[in-house]
Structures are given as structure tokens and as C-alpha cells.
């Protein structure tokens, strides 16, 4: 089993040096790297482009209906009467027929100016959830990055241990060889040193787990990462934190646009109610082969123009009024949901700061019980040489220093994990605030580029 991880350990150190010529990968650069290539980003861009479509098809109903239509049709007559006076030689006709027709909506009880601004609001409240979900994967992705970090660093912390038992248990063996050691001792060294063997082969396991799931997420290896600073352009208090939250958090503006995007939707349904005038203009061209002046089978063009207004008295059979009604229930519903939203987010804000918080005491803490526990190994090594403690008394001492070393290590990740939470509920957690060295997607620039795309694909 020694041999066993003797290997694990050169093959582990032969890769950690080789990975040390390689430049390292900081959290900044990793996200940039998952901005490019995480697959759940790309469909958030996907969700969002496929929201602001309602924009062009609201103004869709302003512009005119234009079709133009072409037939040819051919016409034989043969004469099969046994009248011989009524015979006549068979004739052969064609037609051509071609048109052109232009409908334009004048005024439809102001559903379209509705439905526009109706569309207006939904894509401002579909920029609100992009940049939510933006964040969220953001936070996923940080939270990738630091689960590798920690498991790298408790894997070290588990070579070390390894190490350290077997010299001890090296060093107990000779004094054993000198008499001044137990086959108890040594017994009890062996089973240090297999735990810290078992708990190695979790951190490596463990480590590797990371940084399978690191490489899925951002697409590059993790070269030299290390634990990130805490960010810091925090707010100073909690009560700082809820205002802001309040006004910027992208969750909040989605869910206040989504209200008017409803009281816009609900107008635009009772313009059903209203008249509907529209023009429609139509031109047209039949041309005969050949062209009989006395059948009435003659060459024409014909223009026509209609202006037509239709009051609408029960003419979708009361649908119209159900349709008004579903509207009213969605507006209300958009009340209720800003409502909840708010309310959550001022939830998370008191629930994530007082995380914020007990990170800060958890890392004190933690720091001190390290310092506390490397004076206590240090003693106890000492007062084992003098005689006054035993060999167990030192492995006992020094598994409690890794413990602590190991719980630094999670209260460092809580510390930035609860610090980036914060950050995401003010907003300020997208590539373009966090200034990342990426090409942005801005939900404005795309809204533009459709708005009034009529035709193309």
C-alpha cells in the first residue's frame, strides 16, 4: 500500500511541476473562458433573442398586407351535337390573370400602439432575466472554481499528513530497534499513517472529481489556480445593501417591467371592442388568346379602392370579453409576483449578509485555531523528546492541526462564495460590470438590430 501511494505522490508532483511552467488561471480569466464556452450561457443568449422577437411581430400589425397572386388557365370547346347546322370548327381560349393587392390597418382600436408598447416593456423585463441568469450561472461557475481550489488544497494537506506519519513511524521504528519505543507505539503510528493514506486517496479522488467538473465548466485546465481575493466593492451595511438591491437587482427590474408589459397587454385586448378601419387597394390585368370583342372575352385592367370600417358588436361570440378578463387576471398577477420578487430579494440580502458575516468570524476563528494547533504539535513533539508525552499524544495533536488547516481552507471559500452572492444581488455580477476581457452580449444592442427587421431571417 506504501509503494502504492509512493507512486500516487511522484505522479501527482511530476504533474503539479510540469503545471507550474504553465501560466496560471486566476478566477477572472477562468470566467472569461466560461463566458466563451459554458453551454448554459449560450442558451441564456438563445432565451433572451427568442423573447424580443415580440417586438417585430407587435409591429408587424402596422405595416400593410401586400400579396400578389397569377393564374393562366385554358379553355377548349369541341362541338359533338348531331345537328350538322350546329356544328362548328372547336375553338381553344387562354386566360391570364395577375393582381396585386395592399391592405393597410388604420386604426384598430389602439390594440397595435398597445401591443408595441406591450413589447416595449417585455423587452426590457427579458433584459431584467438575462442578466439574472447571467449571474446565476456566473455564481455556478465561481462556486466550480472554488470547489477546485479547496479540494487541491486538502489534497496537499493529505500529502503532507502522509509524509509526516511516515517519518514518525520511520522515527518510531528506530527507537523501537534502540529500545526506547513499544510495539504499542508502533502500532499506533501504522494506523495513523493508514488513515492519512485512506483520507489521500479521498482528497485525490476528490481533486480530480474538481477538476473534471473545472475543464466541463470553463473548457481549459486548471493551471496554478489559488484562492481568489474577496471583492471589494461590497456595500458597507445591510441596510446599504437592501436599497440598492431593491432598485438594481435584475430580478426586481425584470418583474417591474413585467407589469406594464401586462397593463399594455390588457389595452391591447380591449381594442377589440373598439371600430376597425382599414384600406385596401387592388389592381388587377386579364389578357385573352385570342380576344373575342363579341363574347365579351376581352383585355382589362381594373383598379379598385376600398376604405372599410367594421363596429364590432359581438363578433368573436364573447371571446373578445374573455380575452379582457384573462388580461386583468395577468396584470394582477405581475402585482403579486413584483411583490413576492422584492420580498425575496430582501430576503436573500439579510440571509447572504448574515452569511457575509459569519465568514468574516468563521475566518478569524479559523486562523487561530490553525496558530493554536501548530503550537500545540510543536509542543507536544517537544515534550515527547523529553519524555513527558507519547508518540500518540503527538499524532493526536497533529491530526488536529490538518483538521484545522482544512477548515481554513472552507472558511476562505465560504468568505468569497457569500462575498460574490452579495455581488450578484446588486447586480453587479455580469461580464460587463465585472470588466471581463470578453466580447459582451448587451440585450440593447441585440433589441436594436431586430426592432425593425420587417423581412430577412
Not at 397593463?263 to 388587377?284: F, H, M, T, W
Request: proline share 3%; aromatic share 8%; glycine share 4%.
Amino acid at each position: 500500500m506504501n509503494k502504492t501511494f509512493l507512486m500516487l505522490n511522484i505522479l501527482v508532483c511530476s504533474s503539479s511541476l510540469s503545471s507550474l511552467t504553465a501560466s496560471a488561471i486566476n478566477l477572472k480569466q477562468a470566467l472569461e473562458a466560461g463566458y466563451e464556452n459554458n453551454e448554459e450561457i449560450k442558451n441564456i443568449k438563445n432565451d433572451f433573442l427568442d423573447e424580443i422577437e415580440k417586438f417585430p411581430e407587435a409591429l408587424s400589425s402596422f405595416m400593410p398586407r401586400i400579396s400578389a397572386t397569377a393564374n393562366a388557365s385554358n379553355n377548349r370547346l369541341k362541338n359533338k351535337s348531331k345537328n350538322v347546322n350546329l356544328n362548328r370548327p372547336a375553338t381553344e381560349t387562354e386566360r391570364f390573370n395577375k393582381s396585386i393587392s395592399l391592405e393597410q390597418p388604420i386604426f384598430n382600436g389602439f390594440s397595435s400602439v398597445a401591443a408595441l408598447k406591450a413589447a416595449q416593456s417585455s423587452f426590457r423585463a427579458s433584459r431584467g432575466d438575462y442578466y439574472a441568469k447571467e449571474q446565476e450561472a456566473f455564481l455556478k461557475e465561481i462556486a466550480v472554481y472554488l470547489d477546485c481550489v479547496t479540494a487541491r488544497e486538502k489534497f496537499y494537506i493529505s500529502k503532507v499528513s502522509v509524509k509526516s506519519n511516515t517519518t514518525q513511524l520511520e522515527a518510531m521504528q528506530e527507537k523501537l530497534n534502540l529500545g526506547e519505543s513499544t510495539e504499542t507505539e508502533i502500532a499506533a503510528t501504522r494506523e495513523r499513517l493508514a488513515t492519512a493514506e485512506a483520507n489521500q486517496a479521498i482528497a485525490y479522488a476528490e481533486f480530480e472529481s474538481a477538476k473534471a467538473n473545472f475543464f466541463k465548466t470553463f473548457g481549459v485546465e486548471p493551471m496554478n489556480i489559488e484562492m481568489p481575493e474577496v471583492p471589494n466593492d461590497l456595500p458597507k451595511t445591510l441596510d446599504s445593501l437592501m436599497d440598492i438591491a431593491s432598485q438594481s437587482n435584475p430580478l426586481v427590474d425584470g418583474a417591474r417591467h413585467k407589469i406594464s408589459a401586462a397593463k399594455s397587454g390588457e389595452n391591447s385586448a380591449k381594442g377589440d371592442l373598439l371600430p376597425q378601419v382599414s384600406l385596401r387597394i387592388e389592381g388587377g390585368e386579364t389578357e385573352n388568346k385570342p380576344e373575342q370583342t363579341g363574347a365579351q372575352i376581352i383585355n382589362n385592367r381594373s383598379v379598385s379602392t376600398t376604405l372599410s370600417m367594421t363596429v364590432p358588436i359581438l363578433s368573436k361570440g364573447g371571446a373578445e370579453y374573455s380575452k379582457i378578463r384573462s388580461a386583468k387576471y395577468k396584470t394582477k398577477k405581475s402585482v403579486i409576483n413584483f411583490d413576492n420578487t422584492l420580498k425575496e430579494i430582501q430576503s436573500k440580502c439579510k440571509a447572504y449578509w448574515s452569511e457575509y458575516e459569519a465568514s468574516k468570524f468563521r475566518i478569524q476563528a479559523s486562523e487561530q485555531a490553525v496558530i493554536s494547533a501548530e503550537v500545540a504539535y510543536e509542543g507536544m513533539k517537544q515534550e515527547e523528546i523529553l519524555g513527558s508525552k507519547t508518540i500518540i499524544d503527538v499524532l493526536v495533536a497533529e491530526e488536529r492541526l490538518y483538521k484545522a488547516r482544512e477548515a481554513r481552507v472552507d472558511a476562505n471559500k465560504g468568505l468569497v462564495i457569500s462575498a460574490y452572492k452579495i455581488k450578484s444581488l446588486v447586480g453587479t455580477l455580469t461580464a460587463k460590470t465585472m470588466k471581463l476581457d470578453v466580447k459582451y452580449f448587451e440585450p440593447e444592442t441585440e433589441f436594436k438590430k431586430v426592432k425593425l427587421k420587417i423581412v430577412g431571417i
